[in-house]
């Protein structure tokens, strides 16, 4: 399960759950690192530094250590793999979302077989030894909301995060921390590293993808995260995922469907 603890005895080892949409894991963490791959559903991960949500056919990294919590969206089928941290001196150091390539996911669900145990010089460990070339290769992707941790800003963000449709702006922002825009603008450059507007797209690209899995429709998902129009929706997703709402759910399905 993915919220046992997990100590290996090798390099790495890869393992498949199926997860029922609703299922909430609460925080926990690893003695080595863990890349978690979708093949179907949305996965939703929560730190004390941010939240991340994974989409089908991508992963999240997270290193050894760090707590988090995981909550299932749709029907989830995850490949995970646990890593020694030292197996490779170059391996990330930090959470982040990135691209599964059609060779690691091959790879991911071939290790899934593979006994912990394996013999030296072996086909088996050839192909482990391969998935950790691949893994210091992994690019990020922005599918990633980094969490203030300045009481004022935390409030607000759970603020908007709870009226996720209205839309807010700098002033909104402004006139319920009852300071400047410019000083909220600061904030969240000091504390994020991001404009305002920025974390607030991000926030509802996350929020996006969590209702596309739910079974919501373009349009209900636009409508709830704060869009007039199904077409300025699509316009933002394309703009982030690189393929049109419409295209990322026949994706998503073709890749249920494929899933093994």
Known sequence: MLFKEHTIHSALISHAEDYPHGTVVPYHSHNCAQLLHTLSGVIRVETNKGIWVIPPNRGVWIPSGIQHSLKIIGAVQVRTLFVD?????????????VGISDLLKALIVEAVSIPENRPTGSR?????????DELRRLKNIAFHVPMPHSETLVRLCQQINLRISHPWTTADAAALLNTSERTV???FQQELALTFGEWLRRSRLLRAFEHLASGDSILETALAIGYDSPSAFSAMFKSRVG?????YLQQAREAESCAV
């Open 185 to 187: 603008a600061r904030q």
């Open 85 to 97: 941290p030292l197996a490779r001196a170059d391996l990330p150091h930090t959470c982040a979302v």
């Open 124 to 132: 088996e460990e050839r192909i482990i030894e391969l998935i950790l």
């Open 243 to 247: 393929v049109s709402p419409r295209d």
